[in-house]
């Protein structure tokens, strides 16, 4: 029976060589979470451009009827709102046509693309544009 030999051979290696965890000690902290920390100053506002993949655009829940006109409505809420933030959500699949449509909108605002902060909605997330 040279097996059993060779299995309790390798059973006495993994014995004689296992090392046993020694206990650390622990200090149990409590970190202060943001609801422990009192404020009411708003940080920054921010505004939201949304386009779905049909090329639906809002701009803070006021529908703008096509591109054309995005440019005009972006120029009214930059004087109605001077100073606040604006940030592009845009669906997943919208067309690369219609995105440029709209950074040429921006562009044409001056609101400078690069300074826009945007977020891509994937199809299972639920449409922030007013039916």
């Known amino acids: 029976m040279p097996l059993i030999d060779i299995l309790f051979v390798v059973l006495i290696f993994f014995i004689v060589t296992t090392t046993f965890k020694v206990p650390r000690h622990m200090i149990h902290l409590e970190l202060p979470t943001v609801k422990d920390i009192p404020s009411t100053a708003v940080i920054e506002q921010h505004s939201v451009l949304a386009v779905d993949k049909a090329g639906h655009i809002s701009l803070d829940a006021i529908a703008v009827p ?54 891509v909605r994937t199809p299972d997330e639920k449409s922030r544009l007013p039916r």
């Open 66 to 119: 096509n591109v054309g006109l995005l440019d005009t409505y972006l120029k009214a809420f930059q004087q109605k709102n001077p100073g606040r933030k604006l940030e592009l959500e845009a669906d997943q699949d919208l067309t690369l046509g219609k995105m440029l449509e709209i950074w040429d909108a921006l562009t044409r605002a001056g609101i400078p693309v690069k300074d826009l902060p945007a977020r």
